[in-house]
C-alpha cells in the first residue's frame, strides 16, 4: 500500500534538524504500533532500520492513500543528522525539508563597522535562518545572528513564516540602527541606511 510518509529527525535530543515526507510502499496490514523498514539494519550503528508509526489519518480527500507519520527518530550528532537526510532523499526518494540552522544556506549581508574613537574597521555579518514552522504549525520560528556584535545566534518568533521573516528584519534593523547608527558602511564604503 502506498501512503503519504513523514518522520522527523532530531540531530539531539532537543533540537530537531528535520522533516522526511513522501509516497512510501508498506505492507497492506500496517498500522499505529507496526513497524516500518526504510534502511537495512546495520547501515549505521545508531539506527535498527525501522521506526514505529505513531498515527494514522485518513483523508476525505484520499481516503485510498493514509498518512503514517513515524516516531522521532534522534541521531547522535549532526553529521548523523545531515547523512540520514541524504540517504532519506537518495534511496528513499522522500523529500526532505531541513529545519533551520544558522549554518544551513542563511541569508548574509556583510557591512563594515567603524570604531568611534579609533576609525578601525572591522567586518560583522548579518545572518538570517529560513523559517520554519514550529509548534505543531501554531507558530513559525526564525534565528537571526549578527556575527561580530551578537555572541550568539537569537531566535525570532511569528505567527507564520512570512511574518517571522518580516520581524527578523525590523529586528536586525532596529537593532543596527540603535547600537551603531552612522557606524555601519557597505563594502564599498558607502553608508549603510538599514532598511527603508
Known amino acids: 500500500m502506498i501512503v503519504d510518509l513523514d518522520l522527523t529527525l532530531f540531530d539531539s535530543p532537543t533540537s530537531a534538524f528535520g522533516q522526511a515526507s513522501g509516497d512510501y510502499c508498506v505492507p497492506d496490514t500496517c498500522g499505529p504500533g507496526d513497524y516500518v523498514k526504510l534502511f537495512d539494519h546495520g547501515r549505521w550503528e545508531w539506527f535498527s532500520g525501522s521506526l514505529k508509526v505513531e498515527y494514522v489519518a485518513r483523508h476525505a480527500h484520499a481516503p485510498e492513500k493514509p498518512s503514517f507519520s513515524l516516531e522521532y527518530l534522534v541521531v547522535p550528532s549532526l553529521p548523523d543528522a545531515k547523512d540520514f537526510a541524504k540517504a532519506v532523499e537518495k ?106
Open 91 to 196: 534511496d528513499l526518494g522522500l523529500f526532505f525539508y531541513y529545519y533551520n540552522k544558522i549554518d544551513s544556506r542563511p541569508a548574509v549581508r556583510e557591512l563594515l563597522f567603524v570604531h568611534g574613537e579609533s576609525g578601525q574597521k572591522k567586518s560583522i555579518a548579518i545572518r538570517l535562518g529560513q523559517p520554519y514552522w514550529i509548534e505543531n504549525n501554531t507558530q513559525a520560528a526564525c534565528e537571526v545572528h549578527v556575527e561580530g556584535m551578537l555572541s550568539e545566534p537569537l531566535k525570532i518568533y511569528g505567527m507564520d513564516p512570512l511574518q517571522v521573516l518580516d520581524l527578523a528584519i525590523k529586528f536586525i534593523d532596529r537593532y543596527l540602527q540603535d547600537n551603531f547608527a552612522r557606524r555601519l558602511f557597505w563594502p564599498s564604503g558607502e553608508p549603510y541606511e538599514g532598511q527603508k
